[in-house]
């Protein structure tokens, strides 16, 4: 061989070799799978993306069948595809196209992807190369987008606040995570009490996993995570079980294990690091905090995403829940004009009748003949009485309207409570001898002086003793009786009346609420307006009953505290 013809020879072949360098340079850290196979779907090149994707190293799969990539389900249909891919005229091709393809991770976890094909023969060897990308973190950001697009139509769909917590729940599993739960913020009870559950785990149903959290309220003086949650207006994320978050101090968290991983699951001794992780987001809208939203995953942390479409959902969450109560006030609302508007017609109807047949009666008369004042003063008495019922009815739903919008006004002044009570029974003594009961007023020797609004803690006695004239037979008893505590004063009317049923005693504070309808004595007004007058001096009232015993009706007054 000629010297230039070697010369040239060997400079081509280390060209070559520096072109093959920079391929394998470029190819060989790309991000995106690059993998190489021959006729016979044997691997013969294999890059760092492709170690990374599906979990193995090169050395381990070189030789081996392209099958180990690929899903069991899917392998029979992709030989198929190669050998006509193979046999055609084209020379590369999308795969997926017309249907979604699936990698298989050297973990046995089947993933989305995207994958382009091309063919090559040198030599007459034919070698497929595929470069395959993983869309998993792609086509969850395109679910949760599409779960968000969603939510608003999902949360809007009903009104009713329980149904519609549900439903939340229900539609965060499995996108956003295996298991969901809501809790919201009873700031009476000063707790955190769950109130919609749902679990992907087929071993735990969202009712029985309801009902388990239910047993395990959250209180807020607690060192537990949702607290931090709800005091700071931020999401918290943490692995259940682990003593940092504090969840395991109320025992939810061997109830979240199970129902993500199912019944099956270990019992967790104690506080440890276990492969469930947890997120919190608080219901925040208009800087108003009602709850949190608790996701529970175990396919590894929440990440920057899945936390932003959560806080998402959770603030929509919220919104809707601000519409669902003003769609209960309004109902409320509706509900309050409607029983107005009945009491009206029916507890006015009897003294405007009155006054317009005694009316018409008068007028009658002195059409016919002169009338002296002398013989009508009986129908004018029945004239003032049913003016007198007319404008009382008047002034309770004007004092229930005030209770219910903004709270009854009361002039706070010096009183002696002794001396008010003692007044007070004077005043309804004829009205209890009228059914002949017994009135009496028991006393310790000395009250503390109150700060009240004399009328209204008269208008109170008032209301308390006409209500147990109406159900006292005759022949029987009421008793004002008072005792003073450390800050306050509990004042008691007790009767040997009726008494109250048991499942009526939760109703009886309500407005327009009747014992027994069909035996209407009243508007059902008088003890709404009496608790109302209480509770805007700072009291509050109870009562104690038995049936066919009698009721104690007690109410408390802050006693008056002097300066200096």
């Known amino acids: 061989m000629h010297p230039r013809t070697t010369v040239k020879t060997d400079d081509l072949e280390k060209a070559l070799r520096r072109a093959e360098a920079r391929l394998e340079g470029i190819v060989g850290i790309a991000a995106d799978a690059v993998i190489s ?11 760092q993306g492709a170690e990374r994707i599906f979990g193995w190293n090169s050395e381990e799969v070189l030789g081996e ?72 973190d792609q086509r969850r950001v395109e679910s949760q987008q599409r779960f968000l697009a969603d939510a608003g139509e999902l949360l809007t769909s009903t009104l009713d606040i329980p149904e519609m917590l549900a439903r939340a729940t229900a539609a965060a599993v499995p996108l956003l995570a295996d298991a969901c739960v809501i809790w919201l913020l009873e700031p009476d009870a000063g707790e955190l009490r769950v ?18 959290l239910r047993g395990a309220p959250i209180p807020m003086k607690s060192s537990h995570a949702a607290v931090r949650v709800i005091e700071s207006g931020t999401s918290v994320r943490f692995m259940v ?63 920057a995403s899945s936390i932003r479409i959560a806080e998402d959902f959770a603030r929509r969450l919220a919104l809707a829940m601000d519409n669902g109560r003003l769609y209960e006030s309004a109902q409320r609302a509706i509900r309050a004009r409607d029983e107005t508007i009945a009491v009206v017609s029916h507890d006015l109807r009897n003294p405007v009748n009155a006054i317009r047949m005694l009316a018409g009666v008068l007028l009658q008369r002195s059409e016919n003949n002169p009338v ?12 003032v009485q049913g003016a007198r019922q007319a404008d009382s009815l008047i002034q309770d739903l004007l004092d229930v309207a005030r209770i219910e919008a903004e709270g009854l006004s009361v002039a706070r002044e010096p009183v002696d409570l002794a001396v008010l009570l003692r007044e007070s029974a004077e005043l309804l003594r004829p009205i209890a001898a009228d ?46 009786g008072a005792e003073r505590d450390a800050h306050e004063v509990r004042v008691r009317v007790e009767d040997t009346g009726e008494g109250i049923e048991p499942d009526q005693l939760d109703h009886i504070f309500d407005r327009y609420w009747q014992g027994n309808p069909r035996t209407r004595r009243g508007a059902g007004l008088g003890l709404t307006i009496a608790c109302g007058i209480v509770e805007a001096h700072g009291g509050r009232m109870w009562v ?5 015993v009698g009721s104690v009706f007690w109410f408390t007054l802050p006693i008056m505290r002097y300066e200096g």
């Open 435 to 480: 059914g002949e009961i017994r009135l009496q007023i028991e006393l310790p020797d000395e009250l503390p002086m109150i700060a009240a609004d004399a009328e209204r803690v008269q208008q109170v006695i008032s209301n308390l003793v006409g209500n147990a004239v109406k159900f006292t037979a005759r022949g029987g008893l009421i008793c004002i």
């Open 65 to 136: 069948s392209l099958d180990i990539l690929i899903p069991p389900g899917a392998r029979e249909a992709h030989r198929e595809h190669m050998a006509r891919f193979g046999a055609g005229q084209e020379l590369a091709r999308r795969m997926g196209h017309q249907r979604p393809i699936s990698g298989l991770r050297r973990t046995g976890h089947e993933f989305p992807a995207e994958a382009s094909i091309s063919k090559h023969t040198v030599d007459g060897e034919t070698l497929y190369h595929v470069v395959l990308r993983d869309v998993t």
């Open 544 to 548: 104690q009953s038995t049936p066919r």
């Open 372 to 383: 002296t004042l002398d013989v009508v003063r009986e129908e004018l008495a029945t004239i």
């Open 241 to 303: 079980g682990d003593s940092a978050s504090a969840v395991h101090e109320v025992g939810i968290a061997p109830i979240m294990q199970r129902a993500v991983r199912g019944t099956d699951a270990p019992h967790i001794p104690g506080p440890a690091a276990f492969d469930v992780h947890g997120l919190l987001v608080p219901i925040s809208a208009a800087s108003e905090t009602h709850g949190v939203l608790a996701l529970y995953s175990g396919a590894g942390l929440f990440d």
């Open 37 to 47: 196979v021959d006729a016979d779907q044997r691997i013969v090149y294999f890059n």
């Open 195 to 212: 109130t919609a559950a749902h679990a992907v785990s087929s071993t735990a149903d969202s009712n029985s996993l309801l009902d388990r």
